[in-house]
C-alpha cells in the first residue's frame, strides 16, 4: 500500500506497481483533496487524523494480511501516522523522502504557498513555488504543472496548512519511534538535504531501520530514479519475505 506525495497522484507510483506486480500487491490511491478523490469544501475535513483513517480503510479494503504500507514525502508521513497507530497489523513499512517538520523554516514555506494558492491561483502560485524558476528543465516543468494543476486549489491549500505545516519534528516523537518494531525502508535522495537529515534522524531513532540514500536523486526520487528506488524495495521486501 502505498501513498503519493503533495499535489501528486497514484500515477506517480506506477513504476513501482509495474515493477512488483509479478510477486506483491500493490495498492494505490488518491489522497483525499487530490487527483480523483473528493476533494470537501470545509477546511476542517483536511487533517493527519483524517487522512490515517481514508488509509486505514484502503487497508482493510485490501484485505491483506501481511500488508507493507508506505510512501513518498507527504504519503510517507502519513504512513508512519498509520504505522504508529495500527503497528501490529504491519509487516513493513516505506519512508521515502520523509518531509521536514512543518517548522522546518521560517516563514513556513506551507504556509507561503497556501497563502500564494488562496490569493493568486493555482497557475500563479505553482509557477512561483512549484515548477518554475529554473528548478526544472522544460520537459520535467511541463509534466509537474499538469500533475499540479488537476487538483483543487482550496484542497491544496488546506492539504498544506493542516496537513504539512503541523507535521512533527522527528524529536518530538523519539519515545513512540523507538518502540516501533516493524521492519522499515527509509529512502532519500542525495540532492534532497531536508530529507537526508529526516531519514537520518529516524535511522537512529527506528529500531528495525535500513537506510538508502539514492545517488543523484532529489525529492521525487522513485521518478527520478526508478531503478535504483525499484531495486532497494524489492530487496526490502525480500528480507520480509525471508524473516529478516
Request: glycine share 8%; proline share 5%; charged share 25%.
Amino acid at each position: 500500500m502505498l501513498l503519493h506525495g503533495f499535489a501528486g497522484s497514484a500515477r506517480n507510483l506506477r513504476p513501482q506497481a509495474r515493477f512488483l506486480k509479478e510477486r506483491h500487491r500493490v495498492v494505490l490511491f488518491d489522497a483525499r483533496g487530490h487527483a480523483r478523490s473528493a476533494a470537501p469544501s470545509d477546511e476542517a475535513e483536511y487533517s493527519p487524523e483524517a487522512f490515517v483513517a481514508d488509509f486505514a480503510r484502503m487497508v482493510e479494503r485490501a484485505g491483506g494480511k501481511r500488508v507493507v504500507v508506505g510512501g513518498i514525502s507527504m504519503g510517507a508521513a502519513i504512513a508512519l501516522r498509520y504505522a504508529l497507530q495500527y503497528r501490529e497489523a504491519l509487516a513493513g513499512l516505506v519512508l521515502a523522502s520523509y518531509p521536514p517538520a512543518g517548522d522546518a523554516y521560517s516563514p513556513s514555506w506551507a504556509l507561503e504557498l497556501a497563502d500564494a494558492l488562496d490569493r493568486e491561483g493555482a497557475e500563479a502560485a505553482g509557477e512561483r513555488y512549484v515548477w518554475g524558476g529554473g528548478r526544472f528543465d522544460a520537459e520535467s516543468a511541463k509534466w509537474i504543472r499538469q500533475g499540479f494543476l488537476e487538483h483543487r486549489p482550496q484542497a491544496l491549500s488546506a492539504v498544506l496548512r493542516r496537513v504539512l505545516a503541523v507535521e512533527p519534528r522527528v524529536s518530538e516523537r523519539k519515545d513512540f519511534l523507538r518502540e516501533l518494531r516493524v521492519p522499515t525502508l527509509l529512502l532519500a535522495g542525495e540532492r534532497d538535504a531536508p530529507s537526508v537529515a529526516s531519514t537520518s534522524e529516524l535511522a537512529e531513532l527506528l529500531p528495525r531501520a535500513q537506510r538508502v540514500v539514492v545517488s543523484g536523486a532529489g525529492h521525487v526520487l522513485n521518478l527520478e530514479k526508478p531503478q535504483s528506488f525499484n531495486e532497494a524495495l524489492r530487496r526490502f521486501l525480500s528480507g520480509i519475505e525471508a524473516g529478516k
